[in-house]
């Protein structure tokens, strides 16, 4: 089964065809990122008209890159929820013309959902149950994913997500949006021990040990800095970065290792998505603290996989029409959706 994916929660308008929710036969992405880094972060109504101007082209070169016609396509999938809701409408309008012309079923998914299905994309053995972090620029959730389309939340953040504190913090240290990639870059090979000795971070409490919250991280990046710059002091931007980027995938990794022990022991699968899932120090941090645990190391996407795409969508959309969830032309879009 072919299924056309269409991706505008945010600011990348993306359209990919993906068969049988395992196989990528095309993954267009147009990022708006150079829009939007002129005012150091994404602008809802600029994101909204480029993902008006772009998506016809986005989904013709998806559709021209499997080496198939609309009409060869089995279903059209498309995030509806959540997101940025000037964006979605775009993404969902356009789905439901095309549903409602080509005369193919449609099928809404949650990004949230989508995220967690790119790893079906590249391992073909796995699959739920597993636990799964998803990291990105609106979100910081733990999940169970007890089946395809059957989730439930055990953790999420009560303040900021993972990636607006990569950014915020990253803003602050003087870089462009969006930042948690430069401050995986200068934070790269550092010794962690000099660092958070330089620049002692707090470790957050949170009621649910499970939930995380980074707003007061972030804080604490923004106050060294000003504290220094009032001082008149050279701030040592790499090894603030560094001591930065450890605590949060400390957090990250601590409170998912805590889960999995509780939800199910050293046999529960692990997965990590979202844009965050790229970082570096991320990635190795939990390999690394699961080999002590756990039977198997833990799932990451490649990194073109990690952020916003639509081939994701369309993986998920395949589950989620094995499981009878389409959706007729009274289909909306929602800014926040529970799982
Ligand atoms: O999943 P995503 O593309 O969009 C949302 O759904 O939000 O995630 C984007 C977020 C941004 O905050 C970006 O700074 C962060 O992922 N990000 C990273 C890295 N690459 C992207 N954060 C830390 N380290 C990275 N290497
Ligand atoms: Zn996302």
Known sequence: MKI???????????????????????????????????????????????HCENIIGVCEEALE????????????AVTN???????????????????????????????????????????????????CLTVSGGHSQIMEVRSYTDFKVIGRSI??????????????????????VYIDRCASGRNILIDSKKYPLPFPKTPNPF???????????????????????????????GSFQYTVCDILVSKLINAALKYGGGSTQI??????????CLREMLTERMREHFEKAPFFPPLPLCGDNAAMVAAQGYYEFKA????????????????
């Open 4 to 50: 056309l994916g269409i991706e505008t929660s945010c600011d990348e308008t993306a359209a990919a065809v993906v068969e049988d929710g395992r196989k990528i036969l095309s993954n267009i992405i147009a990022s708006q990122i150079d829009a939007h880094k002129l005012y150091g972060g994404v602008v809802p109504e600029i994101a909204s008209r480029l």
């Open 159 to 180: 303040d900021d997500a993972a990636g607006e504190a990569f950014d915020k913090a990253a803003r602050a240290l003087g870089f462009p949006y969006p930042g948690g």
């Open 271 to 280: 997965a990590v998505t979202g844009g965050v899932a790229a970082n570096s």
């Open 65 to 76: 890159k499997a080496g198939c016609k609309l009409d060869e396509v089995d279903a059209i």
């Open 211 to 241: 939930d995380f919250s980074f707003s007061g991280l972030k804080t604490a990046v923004i106050n060294l800095i000003h504290n220094a710059e009032q001082r008149g002091e050279t701030l040592d931007k790499d090894s603030l970065a």
């Open 324 to 339: 009878g969830n389409t959706a007729n032309m009274t289909l909306n879009a929602f800014a926040s959706f529970e799982l």
């Open 81 to 131: 929820a959540p997101g940025l809701i000037g964006a979605l409408l775009v993404g969902v309008n356009f789905a439901k013309g095309l549903a409602l012309a080509a005369g193919k079923p449609l099928i809404p998914v949650h990004h949230i959902k989508a995220h967690a299905a790119a790893n079906y994309l590249v391992y073909p053995d796995f699959a739920p149950p597993y636990l």
